[in-house]
């Protein structure tokens, strides 16, 4: 086959075997020699991917497949030297003080330009947990060698046998922690290579200079066990999910560009974990507590990540007590924040809420700055599942319904099948709804409990949704003890045994 070295604009390009794209002008123009061009099939979208975009990514792949290959040699001693000394470093104020200014400079020029900076900062807790979170891991068993079932034959013997699955490609936002819960891939003898966001490359250069390197060396560790793809190109990743040798890919993040990563690897034949869409969902009941509805609605909130509380439907029958309770625990946590809260209503629903609030014109703390905006504002229901992105100012969705079944119908039919609770005193109604709602996480309180560290006291590689349909085999949290394969290997005491 020959390279393909331009592209002309208004080019036809066939999609899904029965559709065609057409090739931009600005594609066109920017398309040179060397690059590369993906078609994402079920969308049309074409991705220019330029060679010196898809470099690092390569070179990142090409150190972590030769790592791999030495890992059958490197000792579970090894592994839990590498994690005592990673977390060492980040204890040192010493080794922290770079990777510290690393992320100042990386959150300063995030605001300068109006991006989000609540999931870049390398505050002090989060420097605690990644230590901790190695910690773990240094602790932890291996699976490495683990024989899940021995079956006895006459003359031999057949052992299923845990073993490393390979190179694990991860894509994530500007959360530097994410290093340390991405890093428990080694404990199965696995290796990994990174892309994160151009917002915290700075700081993920840092980390790797002063911490991940010269612990991986102290360890005896092959050298690219744990790269990171150095280029702030978002091309740099479909580059990374683009490359075959991946044994997974993890995207970890929400919205179109996750979808958009899942669709090239999976079009390179990778395995994906992907999160997609997030946004928790409280259900109250007829017979709901006030105090813990309440505790669940505040404490739900305490900031903007993936199983923040998104959507609250109330049942009609409690909308005169519950409503008011709702409000009051938005605004407290609205003023832990120091801010202001939004709120999005129902349109059929907005009579429940006083109407001073879809009145009063107040400043909501955006990414980009204070902004004034009215404080509740109306939404039709085939919005109940947009995520609200927020900086500072809790946002949310409330919805009154008939019934809880009504509640599980819109969960199912809009939400992005991730977290959701049910407050109800009624056994039995839990038990129905925890059987007919399509989430991987349910629960009865507040929806902040959805972490790998938190519920399973593992580092999480990312939490998967059901946007996409259930999950084969394996539980919404991808930890590093789950990214494994399973051999076989017999034992013959007859050498005289034949078919």
């Known amino acids: 086959m020959e390279p393909l070295e331009r592209l002309e604009a208004?080019?036809?390009?066939?999609?899904?075997?029965?559709?065609?794209?057409?090739?931009?002008?600005?594609?066109?123009?920017?398309?040179?020699?060397?690059?590369?061009?993906?078609?994402?099939?079920?969308?049309?979208?074409?991705?220019h991917l330029p060679a010196d975009a898809a470099a690092p990514a390569r070179h990142a792949v090409d150190r972590a497949v030769t790592a791999f290959t030495a890992m059958g040699a490197v000792s579970d001693d090894q592994i839990s030297a590498f994690y005592?000394?990673?977390?060492?470093?980040l204890a040192t104020d010493r080794v922290f003080g770079p990777i510290s200014a690393a992320n100042d400079e990386d959150v300063a020029s995030a605001r300068q330009r109006g991006r989000s900076v609540t999931r870049l900062i390398l505050s002090d807790q989060m420097r605690i947990d990644m230590i901790d979170g190695l910690e773990s891991w240094r602790d932890a068993p291996t699976g490495r060698g683990r024989v899940t079932e021995s079956i006895d034959h006459d003359g031999w013997r057949l052992d299923q046998v845990v073993d490393g699955l390979g190179v694990v490609g991860f894509v994530f936002e500007g959360r530097p922690n994410v290093f340390a819960d991405a890093t428990g891939v080694l404990r199965g003898g696995n290796t990994v290579v990174f892309r994160i966001g151009s917002d915290a490359l700075g700081t993920a250069r840092?980390?790797?200079?002063?911490?991940?390197?010269?612990?991986?060396?102290?360890?005896?560790?092959?050298?690219?066990?744990a790269s990171l793809v150095d280029s702030p190109s978002r091309a740099a990743g479909w580059a990374l999910f683009n490359d075959p040798r991946l044994a997974l890919a993890v995207a970890r993040g929400s919205g179109r560009a996750t979808s958009q990563l899942g669709a090239v690897a999976k079009q390179a034949g990778n395995a994906v974990s992907l999160h997609g869409t997030g946004g928790a969902w409280i259900v109250a009941a007829s017979s709901a507590d006030e105090e813990a509805f309440s505790s669940a609605v505040y404490h739900s909130l305490d900031r903007k990540?993936?199983?923040?509380?998104?959507?609250?439907?109330?049942?009609?029958?409690?909308?005169?007590?519950?409503?008011?309770?709702?409000?009051?625990s938005l605004e407290k946590a609205g003023a832990r924040r120091g801010v202001n809260v939004k709120l999005h209503v129902l349109a059929k629903d907005r009579d429940a809420v006083p109407a001073e609030w879809f009145e009063r014109i107040v400043p909501i703390a955006r990414a980009e700055g204070s902004v004034d905006e009215p404080q509740a504002e109306p939404i039709d229901e085939d919005r109940l599942g947009d995520e609200w992105e927020w900086e500072d100012s809790p946002e949310v969705t409330l919805a009154i319904v008939d019934s809880v079944d009504q509640a599980i119908g819109w969960f199912n039919r809009y939400s992005p099948h991730?977290?959701?609770?049910?407050?109800?005193?009624?056994?039995?109604?839990?038990?129905?709804?925890?059987?007919?709602?399509?989430?991987?996480?349910?629960?009865?309180?507040?929806?902040?409990?959805?972490?790998?560290?938190?519920?399973?006291?593992?580092?999480?590689?990312?939490?998967?949704?059901?946007?996409?349909?259930?999950?084969?085999?394996?539980?919404?949290?991808?930890?590093?003890?789950?990214?494994?394969?399973?051999?076989?290997?017999?034992?013959?005491?007859?050498?005289?045994?034949?078919?």
């Open 10 to 47: 208004g080019q036809p390009i066939p999609v899904g075997g029965d559709r065609v794209a057409r090739v931009s002008d600005e594609l066109a123009a920017a398309f040179s020699p060397g690059d590369a061009l993906i078609v994402i099939q079920h969308s049309g979208e074409l991705l």
């Open 84 to 89: 005592a000394a990673f977390a060492q470093r």
């Open 206 to 225: 840092a980390i790797v200079e002063h911490a991940l390197d010269p612990a991986l060396a102290s360890a005896g560790m092959p050298a690219g066990a």
């Open 305 to 328: 990540v993936c199983n923040t509380l998104n959507t609250c439907c109330i049942a009609a029958d409690r909308a005169a007590d519950l409503v008011p309770t709702f409000l009051d």
């Open 418 to 499: 991730f977290v959701v609770s049910l407050i109800s005193q009624d056994h039995a109604e839990h038990r129905d709804f925890f059987g007919r709602v399509d989430a991987p996480f349910v629960g009865n309180g507040f929806t902040r409990w959805v972490d790998g560290q938190y519920a399973l006291d593992r580092p999480e590689l990312g939490l998967s949704n059901w946007e996409g349909g259930r999950l084969f085999g394996r539980g919404g949290v991808l930890s590093g003890d789950s990214v494994y394969t399973v051999r076989l290997r017999v034992t013959q005491t007859d050498p005289d045994i034949g078919r």
